[in-house]
């Protein structure tokens, strides 16, 4: 690891936190992505490439937000970093990528280097008395794919794991990582995954492979294709990963 690789791991990052109304005893982590989206009409959300900016579009497309009587939900921001795709302009990204291509190969160093930093974030939940069973982890397109890192490589023992308008490379490290956990009769948490049938970013097609090669290797997925929907986030979505996170991460009989 280079040392800003190795600085990038240390770094704290910021996050956004939406409180529960009620007693603490669930997590979601909720991953931004890029900032490359195609706003919708009426589209009030300037960014979506900080946890502030994420935060804001979910309550902009859920008119209730995520807001729960027992789950905290955090919205942390990555660090900015050069980016390859923006000609290396700085940008607030979790991971660099070599082009926005299922045919190429994974920024391998970035991505450790974030995974590491990520999971300060579910080690703080762990030590605020939150078990990892109760924490759920996912993000919206590149966020979806580090949470897929994040829980497929280093915290499979998670309650699940969820992907909006997100792909892996095709020759990913987390089937990989997923197909060995499978051989060994070990658990995998659960994958919810949407996309929209027009998305101009990441088309519907690398979302839905990227799904089936998790299925192989073993994950219980869920796919939701959403039709005419771009690269962005839908009310009938986010309504269907609320209800989801709500079955997931039921109130428990101390709430």
């Known amino acids: 690891m280079s040392f800003h690789a190795a600085m990038a791991a240390v770094r704290k990052l910021q996050t956004c936190v939406v409180s529960p109304t009620g007693k603490h005893s669930a997590s979601v982590i909720f991953l931004h992505g890029s900032g490359a989206r195609q706003p919708g009409p009426q589209d009030s959300v300037s ?100 949470a897929l890192h994040l829980v497929c490589r280093y915290h499979p023992d998670v309650a699940g794991v969820f992907a909006l308008s997100s792909f892996l490379n095709k020759d990913s490290v987390a089937f990989q990582a997923a197909g060995e956990r499978l051989r060994a009769g070990l658990y995998l948490p659960e994958l919810f995954h949407c996309h929209g049938t027009s998305d101009e970013l990441v088309p519907h097609q690398w979302g839905e492979e990227t799904s089936l090669q998790l299925t192989k290797a073993g994950m219980v997925t869920t796919f939701h294709s959403f039709p005419g929907l771009n690269h962005q986030l839908s009310q009938p979505e986010m309504e269907l990963l609320r209800t989801w996170i709500l079955k997931k991460l039921s109130p428990t009989t101390t709430t």
């Open 47 to 146: 960014t979506c490439d900080t946890g502030e900016g994420l935060r804001a579009w979910v309550r902009h497309v859920l008119i209730q937000g995520l807001v729960f009587k027992h789950i905290k939900v955090i919205y942390p921001t990555a660090p900015v970093r050069p980016y390859t795709p923006m000609k290396g302009a700085p940008s607030t990204v979790w991971f660099d990528r070599f082009k926005i291509s299922q045919n190429c190969p994974e920024h391998m160093e970035s991505i450790d280097a974030m995974c590491t930093t990520l999971g300060s974030v579910i080690e703080d939940e762990v030590n605020a008395g939150i078990p990892k069973k109760r924490i759920i982890i996912g993000g919206f397109s590149m966020g979806g794919a580090m």
